[in-house]
């Protein structure tokens, strides 16, 4: 197989007053014979097992985030009461038997703690709730990113730029996600906004779950 090049590309999102980063990471291997080739992808949602003592919290339905895994200084005289950080990746693995290209894409959702912060006066079980809806949506994004790329037509001649245009839709829209959401609920002072946001997400995240049951 001729040499391999990765492309990196790493984005970050801050939000407003209980701040949120989405780090999205694309990996893509490509040699320049290949495009010449037939290419079949293969996409899957990878819910990788967490391990006790490790930075990185990866999304698990049956796992949500405690105040004991913000583990940022908050900045001095920070406006907001707390930040998530977390993003949505994936990376690739590619396979050429001469005739066919095979790649299969691994699609997961991670929380950093070193980047996660709260307030010594924030605690609350509400508050919280507010984060993890934060981490959810950035699930959401990871199931949309996964739907987008099954849905594509890939071609050898297309393939990196169809790549880009799907993560910058998925990454935009998700984004905007984000901002609604906290414009709505007002950083989490509108409690009926909270709430309405609360479950119409916790309905989504349903779905996953029954997905996931299914297979």
């Not at 290949?34 to 919290?57: C, E, H, L, S, Y």
């Not at 009926?192 to 119409?200: C, D, G, I, L, V």
């Amino acid at each position: 197989m001729n040499e391999i090049c990765r492309l990196i590309l790493i984005r970050h999102l801050c939000m407003f007053k209980y701040k949120h980063i989405i780090t999205v990471a694309i990996f893509i291997f490509c040699s320049s014979p290949v495009f010449a080739q037939n290419i079949r992808v293969n996409v899957v949602m990878d819910n990788k097992p967490n391990k006790p003592g490790n930075d990185t919290i990866y999304y698990n339905v049956n796992r949500k985030l405690n105040w004991q895994d913000f583990h940022g200084d908050a900045p001095a005289n920070a406006m907001w009461g707390a930040m998530t950080a977390s993003g949505f990746s994936f990376n690739s693995s590619m396979n050429d038997d001469g005739n066919n290209i095979d790649i299969t894409i691994n699609v997961f959702t991670f929380f950093t703690k070193h980047d996660s912060w709260k307030r010594s006066d924030v605690h609350s079980d509400y508050h919280l709730e507010h984060e993890q809806r934060h981490f959810d949506i950035t699930r959401l994004g990871a199931e949309k990113l996964v739907a987008e790329l099954r849905k594509a037509k890939f071609t050898s001649q297309n393939y990196r730029k169809l790549l880009h245009s799907i993560f910058d839709k998925v990454y935009e829209e998700n984004t905007a996600l984000q901002q609604q959401y906290d414009l709505e609920t007002k950083h989490s002072i509108d409690m009926a906004k909270q709430q309405e946001w609360n479950s119409r997400i916790e309905m989504e995240i349903d779905k996953i779950k029954r997905s996931m049951a299914k297979n």
